[in-house]
């Protein structure tokens, strides 16, 4: 084969474009280009884009062949070894226009496409250009504003002087980054599943002999190979789905059986030979036909698993009825008697949809045997969790397996709990030889998803607008197996009752099986169902009642200092000034004029709110200062873009006195690494952050123990700053006095840490909620009445940090949350025919863009102090997806008059709305919509 | 009920009796081809013959892609590296758009923005920047695919395709190509008939309810009055579906006081949409004529 000849970053290359016809593969393969990566392989996404000839090219969807005797540019190529950066990766970094990093070299590329072509590009500009990439992490305003600032330092019309940039910072703007995918060791063998065609069916027989028989195949796994496990299922509480499909498959995608070969193509071909007889049965689409007499059962037997303790006016069961997982109820008073004497009762259901995490970085699995145990690479949110899990499938004792956790490419709880990293073991196990196993995005779209949920809330109210009682029964669609699913049923019942002061409660969630994708952990977990409904409800509530909906709220809302629910923790944040801070942000009660006669405005606010930080949690950490008297931070919070490595760097920064650029974070692994539960529920900052900031004063009380002994002073006339030990005006480096101390070899110092939120059965989760979580949201619609389309004319999405440790982190977050929940209200879902998937590729499921960014967006960030993580901080991951689509909801019934119950608010289903208003208000009755 | 793409070609069909490979669209699924350049439609014309089950291909998004589903063409007929081939030209009354333009090519084009100001406004904002970027015009309109813009905005225009087939060059009118006209063929160019040198001629479209629906119309106006216009919906079949809008002889003027009605009457008979995952038959039969309502009012200004 004749090589293709080309220049890469200026260099001139030859590959084999046979071995590797698709250009991103030959870049990140023979050429060894680390800012080429795949994320999509579909030319929907822009991650692996990079420039040909200075033009953008996909490079997922180019062959290699065609770049022969032509110039490509990546991500690298931008900044020449040691030189200055270009001005769009300082830009980026400087504006933090990147979390998890995996749409960055994408970006910044098609960034310097559009300023080499139009120097001093107007916003509209940036934001349709920049329009052709995906980012799930940032809600592009940052990208945005990074670009046209990159702009100006081009141009030279600014001219600030550069900051120095952090590791990370310069390995995701430079294309650097490593990430699980990138994790290579001797003899990796590759993995792929055969995912079953059929919603249900019985399997009769795996026949898998010309498979095994394909040269190149080492291993294939079926459900026959569960046989040896301990415990051959997971879940969270309740243990039903398989490593692998045992007799049954219980969606469409489900894994039947997987193979381990010498690379990606071998292990297809392999699965093309597999033969499986199945007896196709009945399925079950929707929770209604799940629940409806006679459904056909997606388990015939109890499965194995026990649910966590609960509190006061909790009852939950596990499996109560056919097809029903799980459910949670939670008492609260005299429920009836507060409804028998109320002046008004509503009653109102909503329909809540299904998003796909669609992560750029999809799930990815290296398992490699070492002796009787085995060591990981997955991406996966919650290492320790994962061993325990892994223990118990394997029979295995704990430290036989070893866990590393590298940074992920975003989550939004598709890596958290057990995935696929039982199948890879098992396959690695049979192999007797290390095996990656990564999913695509396309495996993603079939692995987990959000819950939908049918919520029905009968709310019961005073002539006032004084909030009495609320009776809920809600149905999650947890489809095929329980996943996180108990917890979340958990959550969005006790959530449901939002920020407000009741009388009594009685809330019911149920989470329910269908033949469908499995549901899971989905940031918000339960919040964004639970306030959809609750915010709708509560404008419709004060419409009805011919309340002004803020002022409906402010009467009812919970102040600071008062327990959310008796026995649980006190609300921490002043909910009041929030909303009222954003109502005037968003000019509420004024009535801007239409734009045009077919068009008509409307202003909408919500509150979202929920618990975080989790149940319980017990979380370590380890600070260790080393000789020089600089800080490495050992903790396992999984840092997936949230920015939570530097918040822990800036806390051990303010305990040890010295800039942050002098502590550095600890790679996870479980072997080395201090015990956390796990990232989830926004809990690292105010949870294991509050671990490290303990570790960092335990290190400060040692090196200052130390010190006292060494200068023959009392520790507490001592100080550590900057890495020296200050006595009054002298200044000791720490360096020196462990080399008196100690010698030339050194020492170090180590500070360890924890936190654990004690149980307590009073409160209904059997622990104190750790800090609350809101998200004010204000937001002005237009709703095109010819067509139904609904713009956003302005968002203002709102959170409470407590203190925010970093603050443009902080704006990320909220910013990320919040368009991934525009998204969700106006068009981002999973669409399914019955049981099957129609949005199953990236092509088809349609994501955010910049191009959908309200027209202004305004992020705000109240530090209200009263957090109880380090210096009063607290999280904010999830607080911007929580408020969004009820307060667009209630914008849109402003602007027009109707009010949408179910999402997302096609424009198809908006003009269906109006359609029947006009009907109803031409007399001919409600129009059901 | 499966569906086929709203994007892409059909999932390639599993041989006979074999189950579907579900979620096994990927890259390393690309079976080994061989990769022709050409050196001129010609000899592309020749290559594609002499294999058998040959696929042209220009930006390759969609030749790719497909590849990834599973479609397992022997060998790719590159054009890209034609000399000449993305090139713009006018030629008596047509603009020329060669087999290998880029999209951002032809929205970028002097030439075509002196000519067709509103065809290289439109192009500029169809797709996305870094699709445009690769992909080519006539790539856009050959892939077939009932989501993509090319072929309704080029049929409004009353575009069409020089063809080479067995060393013959042909030209066809692309609003004449039929669904099952899809036989291979190599298209060398696009023509584009502009306005009579008395005249101006329009383009305005409006995409903002896809996946449901896009519209475009075109004009051709005399002395304030119109000659034709055309109206073409797209993304609801496998076709865009074209209407001679009833204004002509109408002023500007005129035409927009009756916008409502004249769309009313040229989207009356809809065929049924063939793109049911997109979007409700109801709801794009009744907002269809709105747009092209604003359309023609857009026009007239
Ligand atoms: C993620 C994504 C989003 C997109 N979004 C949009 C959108 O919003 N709007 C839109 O309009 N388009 C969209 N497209 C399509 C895009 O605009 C391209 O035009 C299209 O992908 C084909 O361009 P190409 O040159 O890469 O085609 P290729 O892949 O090279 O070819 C496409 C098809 O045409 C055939 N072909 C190519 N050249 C010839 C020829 N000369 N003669 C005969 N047959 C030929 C090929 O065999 C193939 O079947 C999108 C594409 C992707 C991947
Ligand atoms: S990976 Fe190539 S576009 Fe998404
Ligand atoms: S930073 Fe853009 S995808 Fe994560």
Redesign the pocket.
């Known amino acids: 084969m004749i090589d293709t000849a080309f220049t890469l970053d200026g260099a001139a290359i030859a590959v084999d474009a046979a071995a590797a016809p698709i250009l991103?593969d030959a870049l990140s393969g023979p050429c060894g280009c680390s800012g080429v990566r795949?994320?999509?392989?579909?030319?929907?996404?822009?991650?692996?884009?990079v420039l040909v000839d200075g033009v953008p090219a996909?490079?997922?969807?180019t062959l290699t062949a065609t770049v022969a005797g032509r110039a490509v540019t990546t991500v690298a190529g931008l900044r020449p070894a040691q030189g200055p950066p270009s001005a769009v990766q300082r830009a980026f970094v400087e504006g933090a226009a990147f979390q998890c990093g995996m749409c960055t070299p994408g970006m910044v590329l098609l960034a310097e496409a559009l300023l080499d072509r139009n120097p001093a590009p107007e916003r509209a500009e940036v934001r349709a250009w920049m329009g052709a990439n995906v980012c799930r992490c940032t809600g592009y305003r940052a990208i945005e504003d990074a670009v046209l600032r990159a702009a100006a330092l081009r141009s030279g019309e600014e001219e600030a002087p550069p900051r120095s940039w952090r590791p990370e910072e310069a390995a995701k703007v430079t294309g650097t980054a490593f990430f699980t995918t990138d994790v290579t060791v001797p003899g990796l063998l590759e993995a792929k599943i055969l995912r079953s065609p059929h919603a249900h069916a019985r399997i009769r027989a795996i026949h898998t002999a010309a498979a095994a028989r394909l040269p190149g195949v080492v291993a294939v796994v079926t459900g026959a190979d569960l046989a040896d496990l301990a415990e051959p299922c997971y879940g969270l509480w309740v243990k039903d789905q398989p490593v692998i499909a045992q007799d049954k498959v219980r969606h469409v995608g489900d894994p039947v059986a997987a193979v381990a070969a010498r690379d990606a193509a071998t292990a297809l071909a392999a699965l093309a030979l597999i033969e499986v007889e199945y007896e196709p049965l009945p399925a079950v689409a929707t929770v209604e036909e799940a629940l409806a007499p006679g459904a056909p059962l997606l388990f015939e037997a109890p499965s194995a698993g026990r649910l966590g303790p609960h509190g006061a006016g909790v009852t939950s069961l596990k499996e109560p009825e056919p097809n029903v997982l799980y459910e949670f109820r939670h008492r609260m008073g005299d429920v009836d008697a507060v409804f028998a004497t109320a002046d008004h009762v509503f009653c109102d259901s909503f329909d809540f949809s299904r998003m796909s995490h669609a992560c750029l970085e999809s799930i990815v699995t290296i398992a490699r045997p070492m002796g009787e145990g085995f060591e990981l690479w997955s991406s996966n949110q919650d290492p320790f969790f994962l061993r325990q899990d892994l223990s118990d499938i394997f029979g295995l004792p704990e430290h036989l397996i070893r866990i590393h956790t590298l940074h992920l490419g975003s989550a939004f709880g598709l890596k958290s709990y057990c995935k696929l990293e039982p199948l890879t073991v098992l396959l690695a196990r049979k192999a007797g030889r290390p095996v990656r196993l990564a999913l695509t995005m396309d495996e993603g779209f079939l692995t987990l998803s959000q819950h939908a949920a049918r919520l029905q809330l009968q709310t019961a109210v005073a002539a006032d607008g004084r909030l009495l009682a609320r009776r809920s029964l809600i149905h999650l669609d947890a489809g095929a197996y329980a996943d996180g699913s108990a917890l979340v049923a958990d959550k969005v019942g006790y959530r449901v009752g939002g920020p407000y002061l009741w009388e009594a409660l009685d809330n019911r969630a149920l989470a329910v099986r269908t033949n469908t994708v499995p549901a899971g952990s989905y940031r918000g977990f339960g919040g964004t169902q639970a306030a959809f409904a609750s915010e709708s409800q509560l404008d419709m509530i004060a419409r009805r009642l011919g309340l002004d909906p803020v002022a409906l709220r402010l009467r009812n809302l919970l102040p600071p200092g008062v327990p959310y629910r008796p026995g649980d923790s006190a609300i921490d944040s002043d909910l009041h000034a929030g909303l009222e801070a954003v109502a005037a942000r968003i000019g509420w009660g004024r009535r801007e004029p239409p734009r045009a006669p077919h068009l008509a405005r409307g202003k909408g606010i919500a509150i979202g709110f929920k618990d975080a930080g989790g149940q319980g949690r017990f979380a370590q950490a380890q600070v260790k200062v080393v000789g020089d008297g600089r800080a490495i931070i050992s903790c396992a919070t999984v840092d997936m873009g949230q920015g939570a490595s530097e918040a822990f760097r800036r806390i051990v920064a303010e305990v040890l006195k010295m800039s942050p650029a002098n502590v550095s974070r600890a790679e996870v692994d479980t072997d080395q690494t201090a015990f956390d539960q796990g990232t989830h529920a926004s809990s690292a900052t105010a949870v294991t952050g509050e671990a490290v900031r303990r570790a960092a004063e335990a290190v400060r009380g040692r090196i200052l123990a130390f010190a006292a002994g060494q200068l023959d002073v009392p520790a507490d006339a001592l100080d550590y700053r900057d890495g020296a030990v200050r006595h009054g005006n002298e200044s000791v480096p720490l360096k020196d006095l462990v080399r008196g101390y100690y010698g030339g070899l050194g020492a170090e110092f180590t500070g360890q840490g924890e936190i654990k939120i004690e149980t307590c059965k009073e409160a209904a989760l059997f622990a104190q909620i750790v800090y609350w979580m809101p998200n004010w949201v204000g937001v002005e619609v237009e709703v095109d009445m010819e067509t139904g389309k609904v713009a956003l004319l302005h968002l203002v999405s709102a959170a409470d940090a407590g203190r925010a440790l970093v603050p443009e982190a902080v704006r990320g977050q909220i910013e990320g949350a919040s368009m991934q929940a525009v998204g969700q209200t106006l068009f981002e879902q999973l669409v399914f025919d019955g049981t099957e998937l129609l949005t199953d590729t990236?092509q088809r499921y349609r994501m955010p863009l910049s191009t959908d960014l309200p027209e202004r967006f305004e992020s705000v960030i109240f530090e209200q102090g009263m957090g109880r993580g380090p210096f009063g901080a607290k999280g904010v991951g999830e607080a911007g997806i929580l408020g969004v689509s009820s307060a667009i909801a209630n914008a849109i019934e402003d602007a027009v008059g109707v009010r949408l119950t179910a999402l997302p608010f096609t424009p198809d289903k908006v003009l269906a709305a109006l359609d029947a208003k006009a009907l109803d208000e031409a007399g001919s009755g409600p129009v059901a919509v | 009920m499966p569906q086929a793409s709203l994007f892409s070609a059909p999932p390639p069909v599993s041989p006979e009796g074999a189950p579907r490979l579900v979620a096994h669209r990927t890259r390393h699924r690309i079976a080994p081809f061989r990769f022709l350049r050409a050196e001129s439609f010609e000899a592309a014309d020749i290559l594609l013959r002499a294999n058998p089950g040959a696929v042209p291909m220009a930006g390759g998004l969609d030749v790719v892609n497909r590849m990834k589903e599973g479609v397992t063409p022997p060998a790719v007929v590159w054009l890209g590296a034609i000399p000449g081939a993305d090139a713009i030209t006018h030629e008596g009354d047509d603009l020329v758009i060669g087999a290998a333009c880029r999209h951002d090519q032809l929205a970028t084009s002097p030439l075509v923005q002196a000519l067709l100001p509103d065809l290289a406004a439109v192009w500029g904002r169809i797709a996305s920047s870094r699709i445009r970027a690769q992909g080519a015009v006539v790539g856009n309109v050959m892939a077939d695919v009932p989501a993509y813009e090319g072929p309704a905005l080029l049929a409004a225009l009353g575009a069409q395709l020089t063809v080479l087939a067995n060393g013959r060059s042909e030209t066809l009118a692309l609003a004449d190509r039929q669904e099952e006209a899809t036989a291979p063929v190599l298209v060398t160019a696009l023509r584009v008939p502009l306005a009579a040198p008395s005249g101006v001629r329009r383009l305005v479209y409006d995409r903002s309810l896809r996946p449901a629906l896009a519209v475009a119309l075109s004009l051709d106006v005399a002395d304030g009055q119109v000659l034709a216009a055309r109206a073409v919906l797209g993304a609801g079949h496998a076709r865009p579906v074209v209407r001679a809008v009833p204004a002509t002889g109408r002023t500007l003027g005129e035409m927009a006081a009756q916008a409502p009605d004249l769309a009313a009457q040229a989207f009356a008979d809809l065929p049924d949409f063939t793109t049911p995952w997109a979007g409700r038959t109801a709801y794009r039969r009744r907002v269809a004529p709105q747009l092209l309502s604003r359309l023609l009012k857009e026009a007239a200004r």
Not at chain 1, 42 to 49: I, V
């Open positions: 991103a795949v994320a999509c392989d579909h030319g929907a996404c822009g991650a692996c884009m996909t490079s997922c969807s990236p």
